[in-house]
């Protein structure tokens, strides 16, 4: 099949990520990836600015991630989880206790992000219910976060800028908060907490978690807020007797320049969802980690069972490729390099700041936010990258990047040189 082909059965016959299938976005056919370049079919090789949607942090076809897969190969792709346990499994749970912050101390193995936050979501309200706290069936959160496509994570992203008011009426209601609106590096007023005071004073006996994306608010937005408000969040929920539920999927692993954005606030969420990095890219995989007191307070009461057990849940292959990606990011040089990839950015994209196009610019960790003052011609936008060499998928008003920890001084200032050239013209 030549790429024509390729094409034209693509575009008739597969639906892509937030697509029509009467006028589709443009897609372009990839041969081969490694290190930071994705080559196309047509030759090209571009600088991946994304990460594959956050994940391949320490790039494509890297050596240590592909034989933790080829040995593991060698001796069982997959085995069910219920009533089976295999040492690929035991290794990455070790690995997540040690690493995640204060007392998250049990493991719940998933497919996905999203599923990850069903799974929060589920333990919380089995919590709630273990505890005899039968009208704390809602969930809070704040405005301007993204949570994920499934139906329980739907309910929770921005009920306006979260892509899914298409099911409202249909998805849970949900309490909302005011976003967090203090950025991150500015002056902490308490203040800020009031509102989310005020809500939990009012309807604290029916919220059963407050969730949220700490420090970063992802596709919603890309908003970076002050630490405080976490701190803020954790001793409201501590009096009011609320979990406090951190979506850490796309922030875990070292994303913002902390291994976990909850250490910005030097905070402990009751339950913590982690995804994307945790298998480098390789594997849809996911984890949640829950305090002994979310475990043993949902085993301790009828069905004394947390009810919840997918078909691949600790699929082997995803927790060896999981165990050899800890490995790497766990390395003393990974979270200095991303201290120093956020500096590079600052400066190579420092230009964009005074454009007339530009309405902010925010950098933390290996991420990088360009605000415009109005939406993107994605189609267009994503030509002009290809054409510059490089892959930034922009979505509404944001030019972002999510480079891999991997990148080096000269890639990196492509690729942001890149977006400067092709701002300079909007």
Known sequence: MDINEMLEFDKCHIWHPYTSMIDP??????????????ELETGEKLIDGMSSWWSTVHGYNNPLLNDAIKEQLEKMSHVMFGGFTHAPAVKLAQKLVDMTPGVL???FYCDSGSVSVEVAIKMALQYMQAKDKRHATKLATARGGYHGDTWHAMSVCDPVGGMHTLYEGRVPVQFF?????????????DSEMDPLRELFEKR???????IIEPVVQGASGMWIYHPQYLQGVRKLCDEYGILMIADEVATGFGRTGRMFACEWAGVTPDIMCLGKAITGGYMSFAAVMATSDVALTISSREPRSFMHGPTFMGNPLAC????ASLELVSQPHVLPRIAEIQKQMQLYLEPVRHMPCVADLRV??????VELRKPVDMARMQKLCVEEGVWIRPFGKLFYIMPQYIITDEQLAALCGAMVRILSHE
């Open 320 to 323: 060896a490729v999981a165990n």
């Open 177 to 189: 908060a005011p976003r967090p609106s203090i950025p991150f590096g500015g002056e902490w007023n």
């Open 25 to 38: 976005l443009p897609v372009y056919p990839v041969r081969s990836a490694d290190g930071v370049y994705i």
């Open 364 to 369: 933390l960790g290996a991420i990088a936010v």
């Open 105 to 107: 101390d049990r493991v």
């Open 204 to 210: 604290g006996s029916e919220i059963a978690a407050f």
